[in-house]
């Protein structure tokens, strides 16, 4: 079972991700911060020496290899915990027969 | 918090591969040593790479009214010590060079620094300083992880400043911090929500392993209790 204190942890962690998308639509269409530093710096005249060797050719592209990304990321950890969930799961089973 | 390529100048470049190096090697060390020593922590230093992959990759509306990523770099760096963050961030940001043209090779040395050395080294201080205060398991760690977030993103705005100091490094430095470190306040508290959920549920399942960290306390055992006789 999930503790209440769990769900309203989540419930924060959704308040504060979806706050500026129900009332600032300015956070979505605005550039992320890893946009603006470079931006500001394209502003005083530098000009970069190296450009990357391969660049996404559109956004939904480079969201999907986010996606893709965090999906990986996300078997990794499903997998652990499912893995060690199963083990718990044994050991009780195992100490219960030994009673 | 990841600098694009070519956004460093090449000296500034090259500094910061050489500050990144040392702590990366120690890193590797280490990794190898607590895998070779305990192989049943190679899960849980997975999760905790995982967890780095995930958080790096989630763009995050904030309600400063920009967007940025967590870092989820506070919870490795409290379960095996900072500099195993530092060599779990490097295939994680070429990864993300390489693929998505975001951070690069020739800045790589920059983005370690920040969110492998800087965000990790803070986040264990803070975890550190925080149970010696006598504050509880979660609220140590989502005190770690809001730290080494912002942390990490206060180190980028530095790197940048330093590397831009137009017209000085003050004025360069703030204007830096308010676009990444303003932006970041609100999102490294969404994290650190996430961290502590995390962190409860791997205590709930492998607390053992936490106690071979010395994350958690070894249980005592009960001594008996003897009564003295009491002075007339």
Redesign the interface.
Known sequence: MVSRRTVIMILIIIGLVAFPLLFESKAVSAPSSDDQGPAWILSTGYIPWVHPLWEPPNSDMEAGLFALQAAFGAGIMGYIFGMWHAQARMRKKEENKEK | ???????L??YWCVFWYALAIPFIAHGVVRMKKITAENPEMK??L??C??????M??????????????PTGNGLGAVFFGATVISAICVPILI????????G?I?TLGANVFSMGVVGPFCAVFVWKFGRKMGLGYSAAIFLAAFVGDWMT?VA?ATE?GLA?P?PTFESAWI??ML??SY??I??S??ES??T??IF??IQK??PDLLRRLNVLKTEEPKKPSIKMPEAN
């Open positions: 918090m990841h600098i694009m390529e070519g956004f100048p090449w899960p849980l997975a999760v790479g995982a967890f780095i992959f995930i790096s990759s989630l763009h995050v509306p904030s309600v400063t009214g920009s967007s940025s990523h990864f993300q060079a390489l693929l998505m043209a975001h690069g020739t993103y980028a940048l831009f137009i204007k830096m676009i990444y932006t970041q609100p999102i508290i969404a929500f996430l502590v959920i409860e549920y399942l492998r």
